[in-house]
């Protein structure tokens, strides 16, 4: 393990990877890997896979959550608001800046072609990084069985939520371990209990804002999950935005660095511009930046814990199961023609000599000019 970061060193790291992270969640969260565990070496693979087994458990973006937690490990809660707000902050400026050109002109030009470049380069970024994540955390055959068990039920439909949450009991159960996971974590989990009971919301700011903290509240499974229950709140039952705005939106917040629910900044400007833009960000990263700096001391004392290292290394071997079901239901929509698999196969070659973010905007390039 290397020095502790200082919290200049944290913020200039994930305002990087807040710029980089072209792709969608699991490159931002192989891209968080890549530099705290494997470049920086902040943190070690234990403890980023049982975080992330920890965080694929409860509701919010789950790249959002881990920015946040990297900086509470260092430096407390002014770490993790640092943290998280470097990681949030660039791709939210961009999304309300292609907002507004798109209300203004009715599209983004070349957002199709960078599209076309980035999602083989994305598959390939998934496949080498989730990869090395699974090398550095399956260390038994127990392991191996809940990482395969992660991966099938994902793969059937099965509430990622659900299944790191069977995967850390059934590890607990296997270790054969009488003691009970400390007050602590049951404390720590409790406390997210207020963020999934909301009042009716009257008007449309305010409507605005509870329909997105909603979506930051109670829906587990990432930026794409958020983004279908924001579908259904905006487009299908308060009919705000058309179902053409919508999958517009949603273009725009896949190409864009950073989380793909910042989709909620080009609802909120729809409402009511940059104001409406600010209060949809806001409602929907509320949920996860205000529980995780709350409870983030007993998150740590968590981790301190034998019982809870043994509960949260199922978890975690399942969540990184889970990433890679997701990359292959992604892969036959991101992977086609010549030109995509070329894009896919130099991506793999390039990842043994670059960093993912330079692979990504190289491939952006690329679907510019073919």
């Known amino acids: 393990m290397g020095h502790p970061p200082s919290l200049r060193q944290l913020f200039r790291s994930f305002l990087k990877i807040g ?14 890997h890549r530099e705290v565990v494997e470049n920086r070496r902040w943190v070690s693979p234990d403890w980023f896979s049982a975080r992330l087994g920890l965080l694929e458990a409860i509701p919010g973006p789950s790249a959002a959550e881990m920015s946040v937690s990297v900086g509470l490990r260092f430096h407390g809660r002014l770490g993790g608001l640092t943290t998280g707000l470097a990681y949030v902050l660039p791709g939210f400026f961009i999304m309300v800046g292609l907002s507004a050109l798109y209300f203004r002109f009715g599209s983004v030009p070349l957002a199709e072609s960078l599209l076309a470049g980035l999602k ?3 598959m390939a970024v998934l496949g080498v990084v989730t ?18 068990l992660g991966l099938a039920a994902s793969l059937l439909g099965a ?27 049951g404390a720590s989990l ?33 930026g794409y999950v958020m983004a279908s229950f924001l579908s259904q709140d905006f ?13 517009a939106g949603l273009a725009l917040a896949q190409f864009k660095p950073g989380p793909v629910i910042l989709l909620a900044a080009f609802v909120g400007y729809k409402t009511a511009g940059v104001l409406g833009a600010c209060v949809a960000s806001f409602g929907v990263f509320l949920p996860c930046f205000g529980a995780l700096l709350a409870v983030g001391p007993a998150l740590e004392r968590l981790h301190a814990s034998p019982t809870a290292a043994t509960f949260l290394r199922g978890m975690g071997a399942a969540a990184v199961g889970s990433i890679l079901a997701v990359a292959i239901q992604l892969f036959p929509a991101a992977v086609s023609g010549v030109s995509g698999w070329g894009l896919f196969l130099s991506g793999l070659a390039g990842l043994y000599w670059l960093e993912p973010g330079y692979i990504l905007a190289a491939a952006a390039l690329l679907g510019l000019l073919t």
């Open 19 to 32: 710029l980089t992270s072209f792709g969608g969640p699991l490159v931002a969260m192989s891209l968080i």
């Open 120 to 122: 083989p380069a994305t």
């Open 131 to 148: 990869l090395r994540l699974s090398r550095s955390i399956l260390r038994d055959r127990a392991d191996a069985a809940l990482w395969g």
């Open 159 to 185: 509430s990622i939520a659900g299944t790191v949450l069977a995967c850390g009991l059934a590890r607990w159960l296997y270790e054969r371990r009488p003691s009970r996971i400390p007050d602590s974590g």
């Open 190 to 222: 409790a406390a997210l209990a207020p963020f999934w009971l909301l009042p009716a919301a009257a008007g449309r700011l305010p409507a605005l804002f509870l329909g997105c903290f909603k979506a930051g509240a109670l829906v587990t499974g990432g």
């Open 235 to 247: 487009v299908v039952r308060r009919g705000w935005l058309s179902p053409e705005e919508f999958l």
